[in-house]
């Protein structure tokens, strides 16, 4: 029962008529707890409280499945728009962006030239940017495209993610790379062709290849809720020396804010991905299909 409320929320979340519904009546249905607002001045105010808990944050301007160049020119000015806030502010914060959302499913020449602009402006406020990790078939290109921006900008970084085969070979690739990695479970509904269709695989292989990346001295943004992985990293780290400054703990704005504020407390470094705009309908639906006890929640804020 669980696997098919799961799978019905992902398909939700590409559905085109329901995503222009949702844009049209705005943040509903308990999707506040997830995103910070429609505005960067809604994400402004949520990152200057998390920073004044002794967090730091990342700012994502929300949009995938974009299809014209116009829109990803718009999507383009948002995070530039983004960035330009964050140095005027001066509120702890980088940078991350869906390649689709850039036009990745236009062209590939436009959405690395919307991620040459976005780069520059962040290299010219010593900021950073990553950029995510979206379904299996975005892969390849998207790894491609971090590599061809990586010779050229320090200051980029991207996601892999552990159910992937494939991702054993992607982390000692990446190596030669230096790379400043995410790393996370993975939140797309994937073939078992592509992707272990265990659970207990996903978490193994998400465990080996943070100590892999960690070992192979490269900074790791460790992105889970999860207290067995995340108990984990702490012994592993501890045990084989590896400075605090080489990685941070990753979560996402409202999903276990007593577990940021603990690690927080206890010196560790904490990252929360703060979501904002208007175009916060498929976003919403992977956190309802990653735990669909949230449905619960939902249902008694839709009326709100
Ligand atoms: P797991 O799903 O095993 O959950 C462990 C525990 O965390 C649960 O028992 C529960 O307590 C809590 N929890 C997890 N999800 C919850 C939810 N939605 N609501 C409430 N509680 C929840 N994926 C991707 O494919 N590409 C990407 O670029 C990113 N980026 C990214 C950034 C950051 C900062 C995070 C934290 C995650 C991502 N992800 C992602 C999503 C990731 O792949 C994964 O789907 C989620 O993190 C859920 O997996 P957990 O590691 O938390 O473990």
């Known amino acids: 029962m669980e696997k098919i409320v799961s799978n019905t929320f992902q398909t939700l979340a590409k559905n085109k008529t329901a995503n222009r519904m949702a844009q049209k009546y705005g943040l509903k249905m308990g999707a506040k707890r997830f995103v910070a607002g429609d505005s960067i001045l809604h994400a402004i105010d949520c990152v200057r409280k998390i920073n004044d808990a002794g967090m730091v944050a990342m700012l994502n301007y929300l949009g995938e499945y974009v ?29 991350t962006v869906k390649s689709s959302s850039l036009g990745l499913d236009v062209s590939r020449e436009i959405c690395v030239q919307n991620l040459r602009k976005i780069l520059e402006k962040a290299k010219e406020y010593g900021n950073f940017v990553r950029i995510e990790m979206e ?14 921006l990586r010779e050229e900008y320090e200051n980029v970084g991207t996601v892999i993610q552990a159910y992937l085969y494939r991702t054993e070979q992607d982390i000692d690739d990446l190596n030669h790379y230096n790379a400043n990695l995410r790393l996370v479970k993975g939140a797309y509904k994937e073939s ?7 659970k ?9 290849i943070i100590k892999t990346h960690l070992k192979n001295g490269n900074y790791t943004g460790i992105a889970t809720h999860d207290d067995a992985v995340i108990n984990e990293m702490i012994g592993f780290t501890e045990h084989n020396h590896i400075s605090r400054d080489q990685f941070e703990f990753q979560m996402l704005y409202g999903i276990r804010s007593d577990l940021q504020k603990l690690l927080t407390e206890n010196g560790y470094k904490v990252r929360v991905y ?18 669909p006890e949230n449905v619960t929640f939902v249902l008694k804020n839709t009326f709100k």
């Open 67 to 95: 299809h014209t160049e116009e829109e990803a020119s718009e999507a383009t000015r948002n995070c530039l728009l983004t960035l330009d806030s964050i140095y005027d502010t001066g509120i702890k914060s980088n940078l």
């Open 135 to 148: 379904d299996y078939s975005h892969c390849q290109l998207t790894l491609d495209i971090y590599k061809e």
């Open 274 to 291: 703060v979501p904002y705009g208007v175009d916060w309908f498929g976003y919403f639906m992977r956190r309802l299909a990653e735990r």
């Open 200 to 208: 207990s695989d996903v978490d193994k292989n998400f465990e080996t």
């Open 192 to 198: 078992p062709e592509v992707a272990f269709p265990k």
